[in-house]
């Protein structure tokens, strides 16, 4: 099986920082890992697929990078409506995740 | 527009089963490949089970393998999971996912509830 690591668990940031996450696999998942979104209460959205192509409709200060092994979610400037716990997924081999990362209010 | 709606949840006894439904529309639900993944109370998101276009395929978890089963019904756009052997471990939201051509998943429902306990 594909293990999906994030770090960190937990952010603690302002509105209008800078926020990068990281997600790594257990082994090379090429470019197949996508990005969601869940708040509280809510299912997940799907923000970027293909590591770094952005879903339609995303603000385009969300934004993905890497391959292989290593991967990063990055937000431009942190809004209000940013804060929610997000998850990497890997689809190269039928689907896991990321334990997630909280993005909260510093 | 898509939509994804789940049903058939609620309070179940260890060792009983309980049948989840998810209604879809706004899109040919016979062509799309469907999911279902579970999220426990506080945890992360778990793959449970998928079904090919036309349901000739499915797979599973391991955790999930011998009691849970997944359907369709393309005529009714019903996606189904029968849920037998029911365990405390079992009790979470459990969501239904559409499965893009590229196999990320692009839209989900808003999740059912499922409680396993005595």
């Known amino acids: 099986d594909i293990q999906m690591t994030q770090s960190p668990s937990t952010l603690s940031a302002s509105v209008g920082d800078r926020v990068t996450i990281t997600c790594r696999a257990s082994?090379?998942?090429?470019?197949?890992l996508a990005w969601y979104q869940q708040k509280s209460g809510k299912a997940p959205k799907l923000l970027i697929y293909?590591?770094?192509t952005l879903e339609g409709g995303v603000p385009s200060r969300f934004s993905g990078s890497g391959s292989g092994t290593e991967f990063t979610l990055t937000i431009s400037s942190l809004q209000p409506d940013d804060f929610a716990t997000y998850y990497c997924?890997?689809?190269?081999?039928?689907?896991?995740f990321g334990q997630g990362t909280k993005v909260e209010i510093k | 527009q898509v939509q994804l709606v789940e049903s058939g949840g609620g309070v179940v006894q260890p060792g009983r089963s309980l049948r989840l439904s998810c209604l879809a529309s706004?899109?040919?639900?016979?062509?799309?490949?469907m999911n279902w993944v579970r999220q426990a109370p506080g945890k992360g998101l778990e793959w449970v089970a998928v079904?090919?276009?036309?349901?000739?395929?499915?797979y599973y978890a391991d955790s999930v393998k011998g009691r849970f089963t997944i359907s369709r019904d393309n005529s009714k756009s019903i996606l189904y999971l029968q849920m037998n052997s029911l365990r405390a471990e079992d009790t979470a939201v459990y969501y239904c996912?559409?499965?893009?051509?590229?196999?990320?998943?692009?839209?989900w429902g808003q999740g059912t509830l499922v409680t396993v306990s005595s």
């Open positions: 293909e590591a770094s």
């Open positions: 082994q090379s998942i090429h470019k197949w």
């Open positions: 079904i090919s276009y036309d349901g000739s395929n499915q």
């Open positions: 997924q890997q689809y190269t081999r039928y689907w896991t």
């Open positions: 706004g899109f040919i639900f016979s062509n799309a490949p």
């Open positions: 996912a559409r499965k893009h051509f590229d196999d990320y998943f692009d839209y």
